[in-house]
């Protein structure tokens, strides 16, 4: 069974730094697309960064380019996150997301981490 485990989140003073990590692990055939969502409350999720296979090719929402960095180590099944300058708007609870094919046959299906709180205070 395929699972997602976060690490990385806490409390942190505005303009602070904090790196997130998401380890895929159990049985699988290969990993697509892997992301980072959030969810602030009163808020609906959104997509933070993205970041394809071969690391090359990355996507960040407007509020956090500039700041946040997206990366991702294949051999380790790792998605990192790397967030600078963080403003109190940035807390949320944070979401690995990864796009994983179980099977050499299977198309890929969307699995998500438990998620972990990022609280930046002002």
């Known amino acids: 069974q395929v699972q997602l485990v976060e690490a990385g989140g806490g409390l942190v003073q505005a303009g602070g730094s904090l790196t997130l990590s998401c380890t895929a692990s159990?049985?699988?055939?290969?990993?697509?697309?892997m992301g980072w969502y959030r969810r602030a409350p009163g808020n609906q999720r959104e997509l933070v960064a993205s970041?394809?296979?071969?690391?090359?090719?990355?996507n960040y929402v407007d509020s956090v380019k500039g700041r946040f960095t997206i990366s991702r180590d294949n051999a380790k099944n790792t998605v990192y996150l790397q967030m600078s300058s963080l403003k109190p708007e940035d807390t949320a609870v944070y979401y690995c997301?990864?796009?994983?094919?179980?099977?050499?046959?299977?198309?890929?299906?969307?699995?998500w981490g438990q998620g972990t709180q990022v609280t930046v205070s002002s």
């Open positions: 997301n990864a796009h994983i094919a179980p099977t050499r046959w299977e198309q890929t299906n969307y699995y």
């Open positions: 159990g049985r699988f055939f290969s990993i697509d697309v």
């Open positions: 970041v394809a296979r071969q690391g090359g090719t990355t």
